[in-house]
């Protein structure tokens, strides 16, 4: 089996599409801090909106909590 992605947020996006990543990762280093698997929902609701992960903004931008 190939070699795991560092953190699992990383394997759910690749995963999750073909798109590639690899702008994310910085942002995600940094989110992993402050988001925990909870807000894999938030990250969805996100995900259509990817504009919100290019400019790096916070998952709390569009989490409806």
Request: hydrophobic share 50%; charged share 15%; glycine share 4%.
């Amino acid at each position: 089996m190939a070699s795991k992605p560092n953190h699992p947020f990383e394997l759910f996006l690749v995963s999750f599409d073909g798109i590639h990543y690899d702008y994310l990762r910085l942002p995600l280093e940094f989110f992993w801090f402050h988001f925990s698997a909870f807000d894999v929902t938030a990250l969805l609701n996100c995900y259509h909106g990817a504009l919100y992960w290019q400019f790096c903004m916070p998952l709390v931008a569009c989490d409806p909590r």
